[in-house]
């Protein structure tokens, strides 16, 4: 017996309860989330405003910004899906190819949500330990494919680590899984990626794997996390089955109006990403400097590897006012955010380590 008030599946039950990273207090810089820290451009505020008509639905397959995105990726736009988040087309891709019995597979440690829609989707979560080095350890994650193995999660660049998988390492593995498998390129970061031998979304769809679909999201470069709007670019016929298992019409009309306005002002929303990816390497450069072991960082984060400190480390950040993300037993995320944080991040990361 249990304390639920009705029957709930048990692999849910079990799993932790959603609780947000706090709201930051008036003068703390919010580290704890991945976000943008700029204002939105004043082009898409005014494109948001422009789109009145609540009491309308939206377009169920938000087919204007599909459009746009085929255009972009040079595919038909039968092979675009566009959902509330990037997060939502992983667990309708989750639940399209895996149920009881069948097994989801991806890095760990690697994006919260994962083990999360393995466990929604009734599937088991399999989870192959980074390197060394904090990033995928790909062969192990080959070796460790079973007939059971429907679906593969791969995060390039990992969060919460940072590094990302090469292009050649990424070639290898797809030609090592069975062509029945989906392997998911999860790009959430890819605009902040400066590494030349980084695995791109571009190359694997030029390449052609009918098993393996890209996924991208407005919330980190764009600056859209608050309006969830994310992407997949594959096989038709797979994104078919994602639209299939998904809660219809969950994009709204102003969150498509939103991304279509940071498509037309995408030169300047890059320019932020540099500025935020610069900055992502001179605080990486200064935590190295202060004694941290700070893995390679390529997306808008950087990760410290304290291990068992993790929670009061990010308790001495929380009251030097700046709100990050602890993973306990394992290290603790800290998004490239404003200027001004840089300084405080460095004296309270050197700070712990006296
Ligand atoms: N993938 C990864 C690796 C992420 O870190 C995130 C957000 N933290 C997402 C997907 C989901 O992003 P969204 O749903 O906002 O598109």
């Keep these: ?76 736009p039968d092979g675009v899906h566009v959902a509330a988040g990037s997060v939502s087309i992983l667990y309708q891709l989750a639940s399209a190819t895996s149920g009881p019995g069948d097994e989801i597979m991806f890095a760990w440690r690697s994006f919260e949500a994962y083990p999360g829609l393995a466990a929604v989707a009734g599937a088991t979560a399999v989870m192959v330990p980074l390197t060394a080095e904090s990033g995928h350890d790909l062969d192990a994650m080959a070796d460790a494919v079973t007939d059971r193995t429907r679906m593969i999660i791969v995060c390039s660049p990992n969060n919460p680590t940072g590094p990302v998988v090469s292009q050649a390492a990424f070639d290898a593995f797809v030609a090592r899984v069975p062509r029945d498998v989906l392997i998911v390129l999860d790009e959430a970061y890819a ?90 390497d001179a605080l990486a450069d200064r935590l190295r400097e202060a004694g941290w072991d700070v893995p390679v960082a390529q997306g808008n984060f950087v990760w410290l590897p304290a291990g068992e400190r993790a929670l009061e480390i990010a308790e001495a950040f929380d009251a030097a006012g700046l709100i990050v993300r602890a993973f306990a037993g394992d290290g603790v995320r800290i998004s490239s955010g404003e200027e001004e944080s840089v300084e405080r991040i460095v004296a309270a990361a050197a700070s712990a380590l006296r």
């Design 191 to 280: 605009e902040f990626v400066t590494d030349p031998d980084a695995v791109t979304g571009a190359a694997v769809l030029a390449a052609g794997h009918a098993n393996v679909v890209i996924l991208r999201t407005f919330s980190k470069a764009y600056g859209l996390a608050g309006l969830r709007v994310g992407y997949a670019i594959g096989d038709h016929r797979i994104l078919d089955a994602a639209r299939s298992t998904g809660i219809p019409l969950s994009v709204t009309a102003q969150a498509e109006e939103a991304a279509l306005a940071s498509l037309d002002a995408e030169d300047e929303l890059l320019d932020r990403v540099r500025h935020i990816a610069a900055r992502r």
């Design 1 to 76: 017996m249990t304390d639920l008030p009705v029957r709930i599946r048990p692999e849910i039950a079990a799993l932790p309860a959603y609780r947000q990273g706090r709201q930051a207090a008036a003068d703390a810089f919010k580290l704890s989330s991945n976000e943008n820290p700029f204002d939105p451009l004043p082009g898409v505020v005014e494109a948001v405003r422009a789109a009145t008509t609540f009491n309308r639905y939206p377009d169920a397959s938000a087919a204007r910004l599909r459009a746009r995105l085929a255009d972009r990726y040079a595919v038909a």
